[in-house]
């Protein structure tokens, strides 16, 4: 079902989406296969979901969770304002409670962009400041839009204005963004469509590639330097990072001058980027964007990346772990039930596994909201049906944090209106 305020998908998505619709059925009619490892229930399983009231109103969607140092979740989300205006809202939840703060607005436009794939995040820092990113209009054509970064000192009551952290000045699509903390300062990761500025097939499928570039916003507001770190990417899945003892490892899906569309890792090493390196071959080729972008955790040396592919026209969330940081990555194990939409998140675990989340298709137009508990070696743990839910755009894509023993979920549960719901799982002794 839709949301009850508009979506606006580029016409460029829309073109790819037709395209998918060829390749989803043959997807679907794959069964699971083995990838490695797996089959036994032998990983410690989660405990009892524990439904958490939602600070979230009717109409809400797109939600997104992070944990702060101290402890504390923020659950941001949109939600139509009474006039009907999209608003990016935030709320926060201590250790341990269950009563959410009062919900704050950090944004609210009717030029703000609203995606069901593409979706604002809110990053909390040490010291209590929150650095948030939204997407908002920059112009009349479908794809012009910025992405805004804003800051709060007091817990969300009040923000900064939006910083835009890409200065190319072209109306084009700058969306899928990744934050993480550098020192005082905030790293922004995007996905970037000023090569599409006056080409041509602009909302088609040509004309230009999206690029994946990277600018720091220091507490000041001040902007860094812009890098370029891959000149050709695929246009519109969402990327990922995370900060592990060597530092931060950034994820995506890459594109080649043969649409390959696998899943690709940049390290920053000393001060410099490293170039491009696959997770895995998957040997994925589709001239269209599956809007399914990969997730990534770290903790010390350890990182683990989960992702969807369809390679060999079979459907599969896969898993891969590193043990220095990202350098190398392990064989990937597979961790769905055998018809996955994908639409992943991934949670390392202080036992070297990782909590694993997915939409799996159920039947006809249904799916469920699975989590799953994998380990390094492959086995894996058995399914936990989250929430039932549908295949649909509506049903967005489900997010999970991590805060001491508790994993926090959130997904948009698409009825009529639609809305945010939230539960959080206790970890066993070994998590």
């Not at 940049?266 to 994925?284: K, S």
């Amino acid at each position: 079902m839709p949301l009850a305020f508009p979506l606006a998908p580029p016409a460029r998505r829309l073109v790819r989406r037709r395209l998918l619709h060829l390749v989803v059925p043959a997807l679907a009619a794959c069964a699971a296969g083995g990838d490695g490892a797996g089959g036994a229930a032998a990983v410690a399983d989660f405990g009892p979901l524990d439904s958490l009231p939602t600070p979230a109103g009717p109409r809400s969607a797109e939600p997104n969770l992070a944990a702060a140092p101290d402890g504390r979740v923020y659950l941001s989300w949109l939600e139509p304002q009474a006039d009907s205006t999209p608003a990016l809202r935030v709320a926060s939840l201590g250790a341990g409670d269950t009563a959410w703060s009062a919900a704050h607005t950090v944004a609210a436009d009717r030029a703000l962009f609203v995606n069901w794939a593409d979706f604002p995040s809110v990053l909390p820092l040490d010291g209590g400041r929150l650095v948030a990113h939204w997407l908002q209009r920059s112009g009349t054509a479908r794809l012009a839009y910025d992405v805004r970064l804003a800051s709060s000192d007091d817990g969300g009551a009040t923000w900064s204005a939006g910083v835009v952290p890409h200065r190319d000045g072209t109306a084009t699509e700058h969306g899928f963004v990744a934050l993480w903390p550098a020192g005082d300062s905030v790293s922004a990761l995007w996905l970037d469509g000023r090569k599409y500025a006056g080409a041509e097939g602009h909302d088609g499928h040509g004309g230009g590639e999206m690029t994946l570039r990277v600018a720091s916003l220091a507490p000041d507001g001040g902007l860094g330097a812009e890098r370029e770190l891959d000149a050709r990417t695929c246009d519109c899945c969402q990327t990922a990072a995370a900060v592990t003892a060597r530092g931060p490892v950034v994820v995506y899906r890459d594109r080649s001058a043969e649409e390959i569309r696998d899943i690709a890792a940049v390290r920053l090493v000393n001060g410099a980027w490293t170039a491009p390196g696959m997770v895995h071959a998957d040997g994925w080729e589709i001239a269209a964007c599956p809007v399914n972008g990969p997730a990534i955790s770290a903790r010390g040396e350890r990182a683990v990346v989960a992702w969807f592919t369809g390679a060999q026209d079979t459907a599969r969330v896969r898993v891969a772990f590193s043990g220095d940081a990202g350098s190398a990555w392990s064989a990937p194990v597979r961790a769905d039930e055998g018809d996955p939409i994908g639409r992943v998140d991934v949670e390392l675990l202080d036992d070297g596994s990782a909590a694993v989340l997915w939409l799996e298709r159920t039947g006809g137009e249904g799916a469920a909201v699975r989590l799953r508990r994998v380990a390094v070696d492959g086995t894996l743990g058995t399914p936990v049906t989250v929430a039932e839910s549908a295949a649909a755009r509506s049903s967005g894509f489900p997010r999970m944090t991590r805060a001491g023993d508790w994993l926090y979920l959130a997904w948009t549960d698409p009825g009529t209106p639609s809305r945010v719901r939230v539960t959080r799982v206790r970890l066993g002794a070994a998590a």
